[in-house]
């Protein structure tokens, strides 16, 4: 079965930088774009950035660019988000999540993606 599992996430001060990571099994990672997402208590689930499945398209949420790095390793079955800069604000469960096999057009829309792991806490101190 499809699997997407997350780590890296922790407390850490403004400022400060976070590195997580999505390890995926049971599905065809390399014919996939993956999105990384995001959900502080009480706000919806938002858009943070994707990485198309070659990983020659990316695309961020405004909130985040210039300060977040999307990568992607096929041969490993990993993707990646570097944190850098955080804020307070950046304070929230992060999620990985899968689309469909060559699956193109909008990146950003939760519902595009069929598959999702079970979240890392990040937690940015003032």
């Known amino acids: 079965q499809v699997q997407l599992a997350e780590s890296g996430g922790g407390l850490v001060q403004a400022g400060g930088s976070l590195r997580l990571s999505c390890a995926a099994s049971g599905l065809t990672f390399s014919r996939r774009t993956m999105g990384w997402f995001r959900q502080a208590p009480g706000k919806e689930r938002d858009f943070v950035a994707a990485i198309s499945w070659t990983g020659g398209n990316t695309n961020y949420a405004d909130s985040v660019k210039g300060r977040f790095t999307i990568s992607r390793d096929n041969a490993k079955n990993t993707v990646s988000l570097q944190m850098t800069n955080l804020k307070p604000e950046d304070t929230a469960v992060y999620y990985c999540?899968?689309?469909?096999?060559?699956?193109?057009?909008?990146?950003?829309?939760?519902?595009?993606?069929?598959?999702w792991g079970q979240g890392t806490q990040v937690t940015v101190s003032s």
């Open positions: 999540a899968a689309r469909p096999p060559l699956a193109g057009g909008d990146m950003q829309t939760d519902a595009r993606y069929p598959f």
